[in-house]
């Protein structure tokens, strides 16, 4: 029987789409590719800035340890102040 060397296993299919080096932004909003720099221990969003703790896994796979919670209250806090703030414009 002959291997259809065109037809791929779901695993192979998805090994073309796999990243390494990046991770994704846990904000839910946000979810964009970080690109950490090689050995560094925090990574910022661009986009939300939202901050995170990062571990290497090895030399090329970084992994979200958690976030930088300092960073991401005092930018829940700003947010909750821009809505409370037009909150009381609209009364």
Same mark, same amino acid.
């Given at each position: 029987?002959? &291997?259809?060397?065109?037809?791929?296993?779901?695993?192979?299919?998805?090994? =073309?789409? *796999?990243?390494?080096?990046?991770?994704? @932004?846990?904000?839910?909003? @946000?979810?964009?590719?970080?690109?950490?720099?090689?050995?560094?221990?925090?990574?910022? @969003?661009?986009?939300?800035?939202?901050? /995170? *703790? &990062?571990?290497?896994? +090895?030399?090329?796979?970084?992994? &979200?340890?958690?976030?930088?919670? %300092?960073? +991401?209250?005092?930018?829940?806090?700003?947010?909750?102040? &821009? /809505?409370?703030?037009? =909150?009381?414009? %609209? =009364?």
């Amino acid at each position: 029987m002959a &291997i259809d060397g065109k037809k791929q296993s779901a695993a192979e299919s998805l090994r =073309k789409t *796999r990243t390494f080096g990046k991770v994704r @932004c846990h904000n839910p909003s @946000c979810m964009d590719r970080l690109v950490p720099e090689p050995g560094s221990d925090h990574v910022k @969003c661009p986009t939300c800035k939202m901050e /995170y *703790r &990062i571990f290497w896994v +090895n030399p090329n796979l970084p992994r &979200i340890r958690g976030p930088v919670w %300092d960073v +991401n209250r005092k930018i829940a806090q700003e947010k909750m102040s &821009i /809505y409370e703030s037009s =909150k009381k414009g %609209d =009364k």
